[in-house]
């Protein structure tokens, strides 16, 4: 860090969560500097972030994205460097010059990179939840043995660390159990036996947050949730029945922690990624985040439910997976997020119905069986086998 300027890798810059850490960062010039952007296939918007920010590099997922933007850069008269290729990933995170990372690549692909940037110890903001449920605890002593800082970028994750004592961020006796808030996403309240008929256009239409359209779909079938179950139970340390799930339809109250006395800290705020990202760069001071503040004058009502509530279980049939995979054998939360994210992206494609997600996800985890996980080569194989079956499935049920 030169004097109190941090230099900072985004990864994934042109999505929701890059583009909001940019966004708190030019609020406050005299503190963060752009180190790195990266990004897969936007070449146009992370060129317009290359030409206001200036980072010393910037990377593409492949070649020919990569040389596109080194073309336009160059064109254009900017120092940046350009490079390509997951080597390229991992080779910024873990740069020597590099202070902050910003994980926020979507899916298992942000795995590598987030493990360079725990090895290189460097603080590191998680916005990316499959690196903590693909890593699990081959990640978490990563982020041990190379002296990482590791800030919680989703709300959730984010309450959760705000409302904890300071002294003792895991869990401890004193902790009766974490509560995780769900919106229920856009069909809370719609039939259960319609949802066959869903479009990728309604799944994505979130009514309270704006987000990336892999996720939208997680929110919308609630994996997204039964994801943050895991990675609590790892960043944590929490036993899985210490955690529950609630949905809260107004996401105002982010995550909530019980304590044994019954006494409940909660974290609110409104529906905005940049306060939690303000949070996690400027950790343990705050700065200005740019999100509006808490109107309580308009808030007439803050609603709770269950999932015994009428229609939930049948709604949101893969919240329960979350409990179960962390009950089962190692490496089987790999083999979820493997299935779904597979599942999700067919779904997009319009190659299975919404209401197929599931049953793909169930079916992968039955069949493909995790072997004894030792590091990163291990679980990126264990990805890829779920990944083909997950394929096969989709391809049985498109026929």
């Given at each position: 860090?030169?004097?109190?300027?941090?230099?900072?890798?985004?990864l994934?810059s042109t999505?929701?969560?890059?583009?909001?850490t940019?966004?708190?960062m030019?609020?406050?010039p005299?503190?963060?500097?752009?180190?790195?952007?990266t990004?897969?296939t936007?070449?146009?918007?992370?060129?317009?972030?290359?030409?206001?920010?200036?980072?010393?590099?910037a990377v593409?997922?492949?070649?020919?994205?990569g040389?596109r933007?080194?073309?336009?850069?160059?064109?254009?008269g900017l120092?940046?460097?350009?490079?390509?290729g997951p080597e390229?990933?991992?080779?910024?995170?873990?740069?020597e010059?590099?202070d902050?990372?910003?994980a926020?690549?979507?899916?298992?692909?942000?795995?590598?990179?987030?493990l360079?940037?725990?090895?290189?110890?460097?603080?590191?903001?998680?916005a990316?939840?499959?690196?903590l449920?693909?890593g699990?605890?081959?990640?978490?002593?990563?982020?041990?043995?190379?002296?990482a800082?590791?800030?919680?970028?989703?709300?959730e994750?984010?309450?959760?660390?705000q409302?904890?004592?300071?002294?003792?961020?895991?869990w401890?006796e004193s902790?009766?159990?974490i509560?995780?808030t769900?919106?229920?996403?856009?069909f809370?309240?719609?039939?259960?036996k319609t949802?066959?008929?869903?479009?990728p256009q309604q799944?994505?239409a979130?009514?309270?947050w704006v987000m990336?359209?892999?996720?939208?779909v997680?929110?919308?079938?609630?994996m997204?949730?039964?994801l943050?179950?895991?990675?609590a139970?790892?960043?944590?340390?929490?036993?899985?029945?210490?955690i529950?799930?609630?949905?809260?339809?107004?996401?105002?109250?982010?995550?909530m922690?019980?304590?044994?006395?019954?006494?409940v800290?909660?974290?609110l705020?409104?529906?905005?990624?940049?306060?939690p990202?303000?949070?996690?760069l400027s950790?343990p001071q705050r700065?200005?985040?740019?999100?509006?503040a808490?109107?309580f004058?308009?808030m007439?009502?803050?609603?709770f439910?269950?999932?015994?509530?009428a229609?939930h279980?049948?709604r949101?049939?893969?919240?329960?997976l979350?409990?179960d995979?962390?009950?089962a054998?190692?490496?089987?939360?790999?083999?979820?997020?493997?299935?779904n994210?597979?599942?999700?992206?067919?779904?997009?494609?319009?190659?299975?119905?919404?209401?197929?997600?599931?049953?793909?996800n169930?079916?992968?985890?039955?069949?493909?069986?995790?072997?004894?996980?030792?590091g990163?080569?291990d679980?990126?194989?264990l990805?890829?086998?779920?990944?083909q079956f997950?394929?096969?499935?989709?391809?049985?049920?498109s026929?």
């Amino acid at each position: 860090m030169t004097g109190n300027l941090q230099r900072v890798v985004v990864l994934g810059s042109t999505g929701s969560i890059g583009v909001n850490t940019l966004d708190v960062m030019e609020k406050h010039p005299d503190r963060y500097q752009a180190f790195a952007l990266t990004a897969s296939t936007r070449v146009e918007s992370i060129f317009a972030q290359c030409v206001k920010h200036r980072p010393v590099y910037a990377v593409m997922a492949n070649e020919e994205h990569g040389r596109r933007l080194r073309d336009q850069c160059a064109a254009a008269g900017l120092p940046t460097q350009v490079l390509w290729g997951p080597e390229a990933l991992v080779m910024v995170a873990g740069h020597e010059e590099a202070d902050t990372v910003m994980a926020a690549i979507v899916g298992a692909a942000g795995l590598a990179p987030c493990l360079a940037a725990a090895n290189s110890g460097k603080r590191l903001l998680l916005a990316n939840k499959e690196a903590l449920v693909v890593g699990g605890q081959i990640f978490m002593n990563a982020v041990a043995k190379g002296g990482a800082t590791l800030l919680p970028i989703d709300s959730e994750h984010s309450a959760i660390f705000q409302s904890l004592p300071e002294d003792a961020r895991t869990w401890d006796e004193s902790v009766d159990k974490i509560i995780l808030t769900a919106s229920g996403g856009p069909f809370r309240t719609r039939a259960p036996k319609t949802l066959k008929d869903v479009t990728p256009q309604q799944a994505c239409a979130h009514p309270n947050w704006v987000m990336g359209r892999k996720i939208s779909v997680d929110s919308a079938t609630m994996m997204n949730k039964a994801l943050e179950v895991i990675e609590a139970r790892f960043l944590f340390g929490f036993p899985p029945e210490k955690i529950e799930v609630l949905i809260h339809p107004q996401s105002v109250i982010h995550s909530m922690v019980q304590f044994v006395d019954h006494s409940v800290v909660a974290q609110l705020g409104t529906p905005d990624m940049r306060g939690p990202i303000a949070y996690g760069l400027s950790w343990p001071q705050r700065v200005h985040s740019g999100a509006a503040a808490l109107d309580f004058s308009t808030m007439t009502s803050l609603t709770f439910e269950t999932f015994e509530a009428a229609g939930h279980k049948e709604r949101y049939p893969g919240i329960s997976l979350a409990w179960d995979v962390l009950r089962a054998v190692e490496g089987s939360p790999v083999v979820l997020n493997a299935a779904n994210e597979v599942a999700v992206e067919a779904f997009l494609n319009g190659r299975v119905r919404y209401d197929q997600i599931h049953s793909i996800n169930l079916e992968t985890l039955a069949r493909v069986l995790p072997g004894k996980l030792l590091g990163l080569e291990d679980l990126l194989s264990l990805d890829s086998q779920a990944r083909q079956f997950a394929e096969s499935e989709v391809t049985r049920l498109s026929l």
